[in-house]
C-alpha cells in the first residue's frame, strides 16, 4: 500500500467522556419496504452475540483464514488479496442480522458485547461466555486521547467510543480472568518476557468510533467535521481540518453526487452542496433516559455548569464515523481501519483509489459502503518475521485512522523509531507498529506509543518484565 508522500493528518478531537448509551439502533440503510436480502425481524427478550459471518460473497475470501495463507499474500506483496479480505471483514461486521433492538435490525457488530460488560461479566466470576448481551451498550472517550496527553476540550461535538469483542474473544477473556491483573501476573517472567494465553484465530477486536452534535438551531442538520489532506506531516485534528459536511436527519438530500464539504463559515450555497442524508451513516439515536445519564456522567466536561444547557439531549444522533478492526488470523493479528467520506469512491489517504475499487466487489449494504479503509497486515514492506526483522531497507506501511490518531504529537511517542527519526506524528503511524507494545506490567508503567517501524514482538529490551497481551490494549487498560 503507498500513502502519497504529501500527506498528513491531525485528530485533535478533543472532546470526551464517559458515558452510556442505552439507544435506538438504526441500520443506516432503512427504507420502508424490506429488501427480500434482508433478514427477517425476529423479537428477542435478550441479544445473542453472533459471530463474524465466514462467507459475504467475496470471491476467495473467507473467515478465518488460514494464517499460512495471508503470509504468502504478504510476503508476494497480494496487496489485491489483502484488501479483499479486509472488505470482507467489513462486510460481515456490517450485515444485518435477524435480531432487533426497538424494531431496528441490529448489524452483526451491534451484537456484540461492549467491554465493560466483559469486564462485569469477570468481575461476577460468571463462567459462562455465551449469555446473551442486555442492558445498554457502553461508551467512553477514547483512551488513546488519554494515553497520548491530549487536552480535552469545550467543543460541541463529542467523538466517543467502545471496544467490543466477538463471542469467541469474550469466552477467551472469561476463562483465563484477563481483566484480573492477579491473573495476568502469573505470566510474568522475571527478567524475561512473558505472554498470556494466545487468542484463538476466531477472535476479532473492534473499536467503533461515534460523532455525537445536536441538530443546528433551526435546522435539521449537523455539522460533522470530515478528513482533508495537509500538505506536510504534522498533528492534524479535527478542529484542523476546517471542512464540513451537513447531515440531513430527515433525509431531504435529493441529490445523487457525493456532498461537496464546506468550509468552517459557510455560505448558504456552500452549504446546501455539502448536505448529505443521514442514511448515508451508520447511526444511533439518543433517548431521553440515555441523554439524562450521559449529562450525569460527564467527568472530563465536569458535567452540566450551573444553568447551563445539557450537553445531550432526545433526539442526539450519534454517527459512526471510524472503526478499528483487529483479528487475529495470524499472529500479530490483522489490522483495519474504516472512516466516513464524503465520496468513498475517491478516498483520502491513508486510503486509495485501488482499496476503493475492490470496495465494490464487498457486496456492502446500505451506509457502509460509505466508509473508506486503510490496511496493515504487516509493518513495513518488505514484510518482516513476527520476531528478528529488520527496518533496514524497507518502506513504511502507514495506516491510522484521521478521527482518532490524526491528533497525536510529537509528545505522544516514547521510543526511538529505528526506520526513519523523522516519523513523529499519529499521521505516520501503523495501528500494529503501536499494539506491539500492548503489555501489562505491576510498576504502572505508561503505555508505549510508536510511530510507524518494525518492532520484535518478543524484544528483550522493549518488553523485558512485562506480560505481552497479545496485541490488545483493552486488556491492561481495563485489568484490576
Given at each position: 500500500m503507498k500513502a502519497p508522500t504529501q500527506f498528513w493528518s491531525r485528530l485533535g478531537l478533543l472532546c470526551s467522556l464517559l458515558f452510556l448509551v442505552s439507544v435506538m439502533i438504526f441500520n443506516a440503510c432503512k427504507s420502508p419496504q424490506k429488501k427480500e436480502s434482508e433478514p427477517e425481524v425476529v423479537e428477542t427478550d435478550g441479544i445473542t452475540p453472533v459471530p463474524l459471518p465466514t462467507d459475504v460473497g467475496i470471491p476467495g475470501y473467507k473467515f478465518p483464514e488460514d494464517s499460512a495463507t495471508v503470509y504468502n499474500w504478504l510476503n508476494h506483496r497480494d496487496t489485491g488479496r489483502i484488501y479483499d479480505h479486509g472488505w470482507g471483514i467489513w462486510s460481515g461486521l456490517t450485515r444485518p442480522t435477524s435480531q432487533v433492538d426497538q424494531g431496528r435490525n441490529l448489524l452483526t457488530f451491534e451484537t456484540w458485547m461492549g467491554i465493560r460488560q466483559v469486564v462485569s461479566l469477570v468481575d461476577a466470576g460468571s463462567a459462562d461466555c455465551t449469555q446473551k448481551k442486555s442492558g445498554p451498550v457502553k461508551l467512553n472517550w477514547p483512551t488513546q486521547f488519554a494515553h497520548a496527553g491530549m487536552d480535552f476540550g469545550g467543543d460541541p461535538f463529542k467523538v466517543m467510543e467502545t471496544v467490543s469483542y466477538d463471542p469467541t474473544t469474550v469466552c477467551h477473556i472469561v476463562e483465563h480472568g484477563l481483566f484480573h491483573t492477579d491473573s495476568l501476573k502469573l505470566h510474568k517472567k522475571p527478567g524475561a518476557v512473558g505472554t498470556i494465553p494466545a487468542f484463538p484465530n476466531t477472535s476479532v477486536a473492534i473499536k467503533p468510533v461515534y460523532w455525537v452534535g445536536q441538530v443546528m438551531s433551526g435546522e435539521k442538520l449537523i455539522k460533522l467535521p470530515?478528513?482533508?489532506v495537509p500538505s506536510a506531516p504534522k498533528a492534524w485534528g479535527v478542529d484542523d481540518w476546517g471542512t464540513y459536511v451537513y447531515v440531513d436527519v430527515t433525509n431531504g438530500v435529493a441529490r445523487?453526487?457525493?456532498?461537496v464539504p464546506a468550509p468552517k463559515d459557510a455560505t448558504p450555497e456552500q452549504i446546501e452542496a455539502a448536505k448529505v442524508n443521514l442514511d448515508q451513516f451508520i447511526y444511533l439515536i439518543l433517548d431521553q433516559e440515555t441523554a439524562d445519564h450521559l449529562n450525569s456522567t460527564l467527568p472530563p466536561l465536569g458535567g452540566i455548569p450551573p444553568g447551563g444547557v445539557p450537553s445531550f439531549s432526545?433526539?442526539?444522533?450519534?454517527?459512526?464515523v471510524a472503526m478499528h478492526v483487529s483479528t487475529r488470523e495470524i499472529e500479530n493479528w490483522t489490522w483495519q481501519t474504516y472512516y466516513w467520506m464524503p465520496d468513498p469512491d475517491k478516498p483520502?489517504?491513508?486510503s486509495n483509489d485501488y482499496i476503493a475499487t475492490l470496495r465494490k466487489r464487498a457486496n456492502l449494504v446500505g451506509a457502509a459502503s460509505h466508509y473508506a479503509m486503510s490496511i496493515a497486515y504487516n509493518m513495513v514492506w518488505p514484510n518482516q518475521p513476527v520476531n528478528g526483522g529488520t527496518n533496514e531497507g524497507v518502506k513504511p506501511v502507514f495506516a491510522f485512522n484521521p478521527y482518532?490518531?490524526?491528533?497525536?504529537d510529537k509528545g505522544t511517542f516514547g521510543i526511538k523509531n529505528a526506520l526513519n527519526s523523522g516519523f513523529e506524528y499519529g499521521v505516520q503511524t501503523n495501528c500494529m507498529s503501536c499494539h506491539v507494545f500492548a503489555s501489562y506490567n505491576d510498576q504502572n508503567a505508561g503505555p508505549i506509543y510508536s510511530t510507524d517501524q518494525y518492532i520484535s514482538t518478543n524484544d528483550p529490551v522493549l518488553f523485558?518484565?512485562?506480560v505481552k497481551t497479545d496485541f490488545l490494549w483493552s486488556i491492561p487498560d481495563h485489568a484490576r
Open positions: 470530515v478528513w482533508n445523487q453526487a457525493p456532498p432526545q433526539g442526539d444522533v450519534v454517527l459512526l483520502l489517504f491513508p482518532l490518531e490524526g491528533g497525536f523485558k518484565d512485562f
